[in-house]
T-cell receptor, first 111, second 112 residues
Framework: DVKVTQSSRYLVKRTGEKVFLECVQD?????MFWYRQDPGLGLRLIYF???????EKGDIPEGYSVSREKKERFSLILESASTNQTSMYLCASTPSGGGYTFGSGTRLTVV | QKEVEQNSGPLSVPEGAIASLNCTYS??????FFWYRQYSGKSPELIMS????GDKEDGRFTAQLNKASQYVSLLIRDSQPSDSATYLCAVRVNQAGTALIFGKGTTLSVSS
């Protein structure tokens, strides 16, 4: 089975901190994604990547950046964390055309 | 704006009944359709995918697709309390673009 690993299950950060969320997949998938999930708003796409060093903005990229230096790793960066970025962050990967496999998620609280 | 719509629920069914979950989508060019199950506090898990019109069965689950009506559904037969979860419908608009668009989910509650 494909495994998508997110490095932290829970994080608490202070406003203004730079935050790194890491995601690693072990099945050589080309495509990786970052979503956030909030009650009543569903899953919203932040950024995605279809190849190493390639990135595309999703629906809500403001305040975020990403890095994909290696095929298996896709990092989400909160440049200056704010309280409205408190959320569940979900990483996913897929080969072209298939469904996603999600990581277990990182619940981030910004205080 | 491409949209995927689901009734938020909760949908309540007794144990052993058939649960019917529905989803509509706005983009007629949509090609691939997925159902995910999400337990509270957990990440979504892929349970069904469907790519062509008609029915696709996998155990107690049946996905139904009608592209002319822009409608996809999930039937769960012999519902169990362990099926209680939020079910997310997801649509991929075309094969070249890989990002899925998700509905907000329907919460299913199966009572014993």
């Amino acid at each position: 089975d494909v495994k998508v690993t997110q490095s932290s299950r829970y994080l608490v950060k202070r406003t203004g901190e730079k935050v790194f969320l890491e995601c690693v997949q072990d099945m050589d998938h080309e495509n990786m994604f970052w979503y956030r999930q909030d009650p009543g708003l569903g899953l919203r796409l932040i950024y995605f990547s279809y190849d190493v060093k390639m990135k595309e903005k999703g629906d809500i990229p403001e305040g975020y950046s990403v890095s994909r230096e290696k095929k298996e790793r896709f990092s989400l960066i909160l440049e200056s964390a704010s309280t409205n970025q408190t959320s569940m962050y979900l990483c996913a990967s897929t080969p072209s055309g298939g469904g996603y496999t999600f990581g277990s998620g990182t619940r981030l609280t910004v205080v | 704006q491409k949209e995927v719509e689901q009734n938020s629920g909760p949908l309540s069914v007794p144990e052993g009944a058939i649960a019917s979950l529905n989803c509509t989508y706005s983009d007629r060019g949509s090609q691939s359709f997925f159902w995910y199950r999400q337990y509270s506090g957990k990440s979504p898990e892929l349970i069904m995918s469907i790519y062509s019109n008609g029915d696709k069965e996998d155990g107690r689950f049946t996905a139904q697709l009608n592209k002319a009506s822009q409608y996809v559904s999930l039937l769960i037969r012999d519902s169990q309390p362990s099926d209680s979860a939020t079910y997310l419908c997801a649509v991929r608009v075309n094969q070249a673009g890989t990002a899925l668009i998700f509905g907000k989910g329907t919460t299913l509650s199966v009572s014993s």
